[in-house]
């Protein structure tokens, strides 16, 4: 896989240069769109790119917001004992594990574990995302806690949350979405449903879950049948939770901020680590745990919250939305020894070919070679029979020649459009379509229109 990255050398030659009426500007996405393109061709004149550019740019006094939140936020942990400092929380200590591992090779045993935790409900719907960093010696290491409201590039819908993306598109979208944001690549994802997780944690028995506020969660009621189910409010404190209870505490309260669900996120990995170091039953090997939640337990953890900004009003449940503080989230990841792309290309990712949800195959394509999609949406036509990657700046003719080997197709090309809202632009054309399943037939978009 070729890494796209700013540092190329320039190659020589002239490009070919882009007629601009190829080519439009959008924040559509490539999914079905009852305008038609009856508008004369056109580029979009330099008052339309900063209208679209101010349309992308998020509530940057969200900032303020964010601060008094997490300074509240911080000041509660602070009483409940969870020295939360800097969307840090403290390193908890654990004895190790007192079962044998498994016999396998040390290159086994050595390989990396950087783990995307999803824990959905029955509907597929996530109730929490966590990124599981182990130490390189599988003794502990690191949690960090995505929060459900982070607004990111999905590819053919544009910028959504990230607690919708799974009932938007193909059952990886989540997880290529994470991955295009963050410039990581995940060694293991694993979405654990409530009944996975119920039988995940059901070896080690009841967890003690110290609950920093009190919460409802359904228990079975004394009906004959079993099969009726009533809300009980527990906790705050030390309260014992079955582990066919446990996603309703994972699970987001509509009345609760994303800061109280995350430090009770954290409480019960606590206890899950804990009691999964001392308890293990005779004869559990690791093969029943994921590889990443035994290194956990082997040792220390420190839990972190993926840097994020308010850019909403809302604090309260699905109201929340965070734009994601790229620079402090790469160093993290990088810091944990998770690694993370950094200074990546940007690339606008346009449907060329008409064919609904096309994106969203080419992405994984594009985000291990260092690149980060930030808009997707129609061309102008449907008709590109050749994928193109086009650029304006000749100093970013380097990125978007590796682009196209990354690709293995397509035509490397220069557009007549002097400010681009990225560094390149990807047009998806039939030959790039073809290498990916037909899919049932659905109506045709239309293209997109161009803006007067």
Same mark, same amino acid.
């Not at 796209?4 to 020589?12: H, I």
């Given at each position: 896989?070729?890494?796209?990255?700013?540092?190329?050398?320039?190659?020589?030659?002239?490009?070919?240069?882009?007629?601009?009426?190829?080519?439009?500007?959008?924040?559509?996405?490539?999914?079905?769109?009852?305008?038609?393109?009856?508008?004369?061709?056109?580029?979009?004149?330099?008052?339309?790119?900063?209208?679209?550019?101010?349309?992308?740019?998020?509530?940057?006094?969200?900032?303020?917001?964010?601060?008094?939140?997490?300074?509240?936020?911080?000041?509660?942990?602070?009483?409940?004992?969870?020295?939360?400092?800097?969307?840090?929380?403290?390193?908890?200590?654990?004895?190790?594990?007192?079962?044998?591992?498994?016999?396998?090779?040390?290159?086994?045993?050595?390989?990396?574990?950087?783990?995307?935790?999803?824990?959905?409900?029955?509907?597929?719907?996530?109730?929490?995302?966590?990124?599981?960093?182990?130490?390189?010696?599988?003794?502990?290491?690191?949690?960090?806690?995505?929060?459900?409201?982070?607004?990111?590039?999905?590819?053919?819908?544009?910028?959504?949350?990230?607690?919708?993306?799974?009932?938007?598109?193909?059952?990886?979208?989540?997880?290529?979405?994470?991955?295009?944001?963050?410039?990581?690549?995940?060694?293991?994802?694993?979405?654990?449903?409530?009944?996975?997780?119920?039988?995940?944690?059901?070896?080690?028995?009841?967890?003690?879950?110290?609950?920093?506020?009190?919460?409802?969660?359904?228990?079975?009621?004394?009906?004959?049948?079993?099969?009726?189910?009533?809300?009980?409010?527990?906790?705050?404190?030390?309260?014992?939770?079955?582990?066919?209870?446990?996603?309703?505490?994972?699970?987001?309260?509509?009345?609760?901020?994303?800061?109280?669900?995350?430090?009770?996120?954290?409480?019960?990995?606590?206890?899950?680590?804990?009691?999964?170091?001392?308890?293990?039953?005779?004869?559990?090997?690791?093969?029943?745990?994921?590889?990443?939640?035994?290194?956990?337990?082997?040792?220390?953890?420190?839990?972190?919250?993926?840097?994020?900004?308010?850019?909403?009003?809302?604090?309260?449940?699905?109201?929340?939305?965070?734009?994601?503080?790229?620079?402090? !989230?790469? %160093?993290? @990841?990088? =810091?944990?020894? +998770?690694?993370?792309?950094?200074? #990546?290309?940007? $690339?606008?990712?346009?449907?060329?070919?008409?064919?609904?949800?096309?994106?969203?195959?080419?992405?994984?394509?594009?985000?291990?070679?260092?690149?980060?999609?930030?808009?997707?949406?129609?061309?102008?036509?449907?008709?590109?029979?050749?994928?193109?990657?086009?650029?304006?700046?000749?100093?970013?003719?380097? !990125?978007? %020649?590796? @682009?196209? =080997?990354?690709? +293995?197709?397509?035509?490397?090309? #220069?557009?007549? $459009?002097?400010?681009?809202?990225?560094?390149?632009?990807?047009?998806?054309?039939?030959?790039?379509?073809?290498?990916?399943?037909?899919?049932?037939?659905?109506?045709?978009?239309?293209?997109?229109?161009?803006?007067?």
């Amino acid at each position: 896989m070729t890494s796209v990255t700013k540092s190329d050398s320039l190659s020589n030659g002239e490009p070919e240069v882009l007629d601009d009426a190829l080519i439009v500007f959008t924040d559509t996405d490539d999914v079905a769109n009852s305008d038609s393109g009856d508008d004369a061709d056109r580029s979009p004149t330099r008052r339309e790119l900063r209208r679209m550019r101010r349309r992308r740019r998020w509530g940057d006094r969200g900032l303020e917001l964010l601060v008094a939140l997490i300074g509240l936020g911080a000041i509660t942990a602070g009483f409940l004992g969870y020295g939360l400092n800097d969307l840090t929380f403290g390193k908890k200590k654990v004895e190790p594990l007192n079962r044998t591992p498994p016999a396998e090779s040390s290159a086994v045993a050595l390989k990396p574990l950087l783990t995307l935790v999803v824990i959905e409900d029955g509907q597929g719907e996530p109730g929490a995302l966590s990124i599981i960093v182990p130490e390189s010696d599988r003794s502990g290491g690191d949690i960090v806690f995505v929060p459900l409201g982070i607004m990111a590039e999905v590819a053919s819908f544009g910028l959504r949350p990230i607690r919708e993306v799974p009932g938007l598109g193909n059952k990886n979208l989540l997880a290529e979405t994470v991955t295009n944001m963050l410039g990581v690549n995940f060694d293991a994802v694993d979405v654990v449903t409530p009944a996975q997780l119920s039988e995940l944690v059901a070896p080690i028995g009841a967890l003690s879950v110290d609950l920093p506020t009190s919460v409802e969660v359904p228990r079975k009621s004394s009906a004959p049948n079993g099969s009726e189910r009533s809300g009980l409010r527990v906790g705050p404190g030390l309260t014992k939770i079955n582990p066919d209870e446990l996603f309703s505490l994972f699970a987001a309260a509509s009345s609760e901020s994303e800061l109280d669900r995350i430090v009770r996120h954290q409480a019960i990995w606590e206890a899950w680590l804990a009691k999964a170091a001392k308890s293990a039953p005779a004869g559990v090997d690791a093969a029943r745990f994921p590889a990443a939640i035994a290194a956990l337990a082997s040792g220390e953890t420190a839990f972190h919250i993926l840097p994020v900004e308010s850019i909403s009003g809302g604090t309260k449940g699905s109201d929340e939305l965070f734009r994601i503080r790229a620079k402090e !989230a790469g %160093e993290l @990841l990088t =810091k944990l020894g +998770g690694g993370s792309a950094t200074d #990546r290309i940007t $690339v606008q990712l346009l449907n060329g070919t008409g064919r609904p949800g096309i994106s969203q195959h080419v992405l994984p394509l594009l985000a291990p070679a260092g690149v980060e999609v930030t808009l997707t949406g129609n061309a102008s036509r449907f008709d590109h029979q050749t994928t193109m990657v086009v650029y304006s700046d000749p100093k970013d003719r380097p !990125a978007a %020649e590796a @682009l196209q =080997k990354t690709l +293995g197709l397509g035509e490397v090309v #220069r557009s007549r $459009v002097n400010a681009m809202l990225v560094d390149v632009m990807v047009v998806i054309g039939q030959d790039l379509a073809a290498r990916f399943p037909t899919e049932p037939t659905v109506p045709t978009p239309a293209p997109a229109r161009k803006r007067r």
